[in-house]
C-alpha cells in the first residue's frame, strides 16, 4: 500500500477564529461586562449596520439581514438579542487591526488580528474568539496548518510549544495564553471560574477542550487544482509540520484518510469547495475567486460562526450537566436534583434546537458538525438522567410523605386525644407549673408528646417559608447554573 502523498500548494487567503470556551464565576456577569466596556469592547446588535464590516478585515463584510433570515426565529431571539439578555448569547466585540509575528522552530509567519469578541452565554458560559489573517507572501498551506496547529495551544506542553513565541508590539510572549490574556482580552482572568479545575496537575485555567483552543479556518488555494482527500484530512486534523520541518500528515493509511473523508468532509459544492470538519477544527477549502471566494468567507464570519457557536454551547453545557449529576447522584441532596431538573428542562425547552437554520445547507452542515461532536447522543444521556432524576425524587418525596404521615399520625393521636385528656385543662389561661410535679409518668408522656408536636409544627411552617423565599430566589435570579 502506498502511502499519502502530500503537494504542496500556495494560498491566497487563510484566515482564522480561534475560539476558547471558560466559565464565568457565579454571579460576575455583570461585573465582567462593565469590564468588556472598559477595555474598548462594545455590545453587537443586529440592528448596527455599522458593525457589518468592523470586524472582519479589509474586503469582508458580514451582512446583518442575511444572517438573520439564515435562522429560524427562535434560533435568532437566542443568538441575537435585542438587549443585554443574560437569557440570550451576548457577543462584546473590538476591532484591533495590529500585527505580530509567530516564531517557530522552523519558520516564521506574520499575522495580523483582526478583532476579538467576548460571547457570554447562559449557564456561566462563555466563549473568547479572536480574529486573524496570515499576510506571509507564498504562503504554503502547510505554514498556514503549522500557524494554526500552534497558534491553538495555549500552554507549552511539548518541544514545538516550547519553540514557538509571538512577537507583538516589541513585546515577546512565550506562550499563547500570555499574548491572548495580556494583550487580547486582558482584565478578564479575575472573572473565570476554576472551580472545576481542582483536583488538577498542571491546568491552570478551566478549559473545556483539552488546553487548546478550537479553530475554524478558511482556505483559498492560489490555484485551481482538484482538492484531494489528503489536503482535506490535514485540514481537519490541523497536520502542519513535523518535528524535521517536513509537511505532515497524520496518517500513512490512505484507506483511513478516505474513510475519514466521507465521514468528516461536506460535498456539496465540491470539487471547488469542501467543508470539512473535526472536534477540534470547521473548515472552509476552496479555489474559488473574486466574489465568489469572499462570500464563503464571510459566511464562515457570520452564519457558520454563529452555528459552530451553538453547537458548542450545546457539547459543553450538556458535558456539564453530566458531570452535575454524577456530582448529585454522590451527594443525594434534595436541593442539588432539584436545581438540576430545573437546568435540564430550561436547556431542552430554551436552548437545544434540532432544528436551526432555514436553508438546507445549513441543516446539513450543522446536522454533520453535531454529529461529530455526538451532541445527540450526550442529550440522550441527558434525557435519561432527567428520568432518573425525576424517579428518583418521585421515590424520596413518597417515602418523606409517607414518614410525614406517620409522625402526624402518632402526634395527631397521642396528642390530640390522649394528651387531651389527660393534661390540656392544666394548659389553659395563666399555667401553674407546679402542678406539673403531681403528674402521673402517664401525663408526663403526654405533656412530652404535645410540646414536641407543638415545636415540630413550629419548625415545619418555618422551613416551608425558608424553602419557599429559597424558590423565589433561584426563580429571579438572574446567573444561574
Not at 442575511?66 to 473590538?94: C, K
Request: hydrophobic share 40%.
Amino acid at each position: 500500500m502506498e502511502k499519502p502523498v502530500i503537494q504542496e500548494r500556495y494560498l491566497d487567503h487563510a484566515l482564522f477564529q480561534f475560539i476558547f470556551p471558560f466559565s464565568i464565576k457565579s454571579g460576575m456577569q455583570a461585573d465582567l461586562k462593565a469590564q468588556l466596556k472598559q477595555d474598548g469592547y462594545k455590545m453587537f446588535f443586529l440592528n448596527d449596520l455599522a458593525s457589518e464590516d468592523a470586524y472582519y478585515g479589509e474586503g469582508y463584510h458580514v451582512s446583518h439581514r442575511h444572517m438573520e433570515r439564515y435562522y429560524l426565529p427562535f434560533t435568532g431571539n437566542v443568538l441575537f438579542p435585542h438587549s443585554e439578555d443574560p437569557e440570550a448569547f451576548q457577543r462584546y466585540s473590538r476591532s484591533i487591526e495590529r500585527e505580530g509575528i509567530l516564531e517557530s522552530r522552523h519558520n516564521s509567519i506574520p499575522f495580523r488580528v483582526l478583532s476579538a469578541d467576548v460571547v457570554i452565554c447562559p449557564f456561566k458560559l462563555g466563549f473568547i474568539t479572536i480574529r486573524i489573517r496570515l499576510d506571509k507572501p507564498a504562503l504554503t498551506y502547510t505554514e498556514a496548518l503549522e500557524f494554526a496547529n500552534r497558534f491553538r495551544v495555549l500552554q507549552d506542553v511539548s518541544l514545538p510549544d516550547d519553540l514557538t513565541f509571538v512577537n507583538y508590539e516589541n513585546q515577546k510572549y512565550k506562550e499563547i495564553e500570555d499574548f491572548i490574556f495580556k494583550v487580547i482580552v486582558a482584565s478578564t482572568l479575575p472573572f473565570f471560574d476554576s472551580e472545576d479545575m481542582e483536583g488538577a496537575y498542571f491546568e491552570t485555567m478551566p478549559f473545556f477542550v483539552d488546553e487548546r483552543m478550537y479553530v475554524q479556518a478558511f482556505y483559498s488555494f492560489e490555484d485551481q487544482l482538484p482538492i484531494d482527500d489528503v489536503e482535506q484530512y490535514r485540514a481537519a486534523r490541523i497536520d502542519g509540520l513535523n518535528i524535521n520541518g517536513q509537511p505532515f500528515i497524520s496518517s500513512t493509511n490512505p484507506d483511513y484518510i478516505a474513510s475519514f473523508v466521507a465521514q468528516h468532509a461536506y460535498k456539496r459544492w465540491g470539487p471547488d469547495t469542501y467543508y470539512v470538519m473535526d472536534e477540534n477544527s470547521f473548515n472552509c477549502i476552496t479555489n474559488l475567486k473574486g466574489t465568489k471566494m469572499k462570500g464563503l468567507a464571510n459566511q464562515m464570519y457570520g452564519e457558520y460562526y454563529y452555528g459552530l457557536l451553538l453547537t458548542l454551547f450545546h457539547k459543553i453545557v450538556l458535558l456539564k450537566l453530566s458531570n452535575n449529576y454524577s456530582k448529585v447522584r454522590y451527594d443525594r441532596n434534595s436541593d442539588d436534583i432539584e436545581e438540576l431538573i430545573g437546568h435540564i428542562t430550561r436547556f431542552s425547552s430554551k436552548y437545544f434546537f434540532q432544528e436551526m437554520v432555514t436553508q438546507s445547507q445549513g441543516k446539513e452542515i450543522f446536522g454533520q458538525l453535531r454529529r461529530i461532536f455526538s451532541n445527540n447522543d450526550l442529550y440522550e444521556d441527558v434525557k435519561q438522567t432527567l428520568g432518573d432524576l425525576y424517579k428518583y425524587q418521585s421515590d424520596i418525596t413518597s417515602r418523606r410523605t409517607s414518614y410525614m404521615i406517620m409522625i402526624f399520625t402518632v402526634f395527631t393521636v397521642i396528642s390530640g386525644i390522649y394528651g387531651m385528656n389527660q393534661v390540656i385543662e392544666d394548659l389553659k389561661g395563666q399555667i401553674d407549673w407546679s402542678i406539673v410535679s403531681t403528674y402521673s409518668l402517664f401525663q408526663y408522656i403526654a405533656l412530652i408528646v404535645t410540646i414536641v408536636g407543638l415545636i415540630t409544627g413550629i419548625m415545619l411552617g418555618l422551613r416551608m417559608v425558608y424553602q419557599t423565599i429559597k424558590s423565589w430566589r433561584k426563580k429571579f435570579r438572574k446567573d444561574v447554573f
